[in-house]
């Protein structure tokens, strides 16, 4: 009873008034944008595209109060990840299996290729040690959460966290919307395209927006190549730990692995990947549960929109954006030759 009480308590703080305005803001930006896909013209687009569109729109006309940050903070991490479970409803577990080989063994090579180029492009720029590595763990996994869960491990400053965590998500974001126009034109299988997507983009956020666009088999198969990149967080983080040993200076930012994120969303995922495998579930709880999702996602999109600062990004200044473009640029190159192969 003492622990109800308890728990009661945190959410009554935590559930604020200004709280509640963060999440509406990302749910009218979602609406608007869920109305304008409907549009001829930019149906091609995407609600998703949209929802990060009007994201940065509204930021940089209106600014984000700091009173909605958690709000939307939410929407941005919580939401998405609750999308992503939906999103499992509409996926055989058979799928999952047929995949598997291929997805793990392209996963360890991008992450693998990814970070040590990034190392290496950083230390050739002379870029700081600790900032490179963010910004190669953020490019080769899954963007700010590994940026967030390495951080600590190492001892990298603060600002070279929050930093890192901008130029990733300005490119990625910018990768997205040109992925989105170009795809028209490549006249690729859905299924490669959304393998290419899972396996090259940085958020989990950019792959759902950039496979959209290839309808439900690009967002199947791109779902599974990004969460096996996010799985392998754990073990990458484990050995940077190991590699970049923090000074004396930097020794007191660090935490111990023990307290890494799990990534227990995944567990979700799967959870209702199974479920829908051995469960003949009703048409209509599947159309409600993928329909939630693409909302709920169009809110995450929102609140990632909102959340990237140009003015950031400009602090950087031009070396962590040359790195992390080079890196992206370099896995753009090296995942169609890594289908060929496997």
Known sequence: MKNLTSTLYRLKNVIT??????????????SIAVYLSKLPVLSVIGAMILAIGLGVLWRHIFGQPTH??????????????????????????????????????????VIVFTIVLVILIGRWLS???????????GTAICGAAAIVAVAPLIGAKKAHTVLSIACISILGTIGTVVLTFVYPILNVDPYLYGFFVGATFQELAHVLAASAQGGSTSEEIAILVKLGRVVLLIPAAIVLAYLFKPSDAQEKNRVKLKKLPVPWFIVGFL?????????????????????????LLAMAMAGLGLS?????????????ILVGGMGFLALVLLVPLLLLIF
């Not at 870029?127 to 763990?137: E, G, K, P």
């Open 68 to 109: 909605t940050k958690e709000g939307v903070t939410f929407s941005s991490k919580m939401l998405l990840r609750a999308g992503i479970i939906l999103m499992g409803f509409r996926i055989n577990f058979n799928q999952i299996i047929e995949a598997g080989f291929s997805v793990i063994l392209i996963d360890i090579t």
């Open 271 to 295: 959870a209702s990947c199974m479920i829908n495998t051995l469960v003949q579930l009703p048409q209509g709880f599947i159309h409600f549960s993928v329909s939630s999702s693409v909302f």
């Open 308 to 320: 990237i600062s140009f003015q950031d990004v400009k602090q950087a200044g031009y070396k962590p």
């Open 127 to 137: 870029l700081d040690r600790f900032y490179t590595a963010l910004i190669a763990v």
């Open 17 to 30: 008034i200004d709280f509640i305005k963060g999440i509406f803001l990302t749910l009218l930006l979602a």
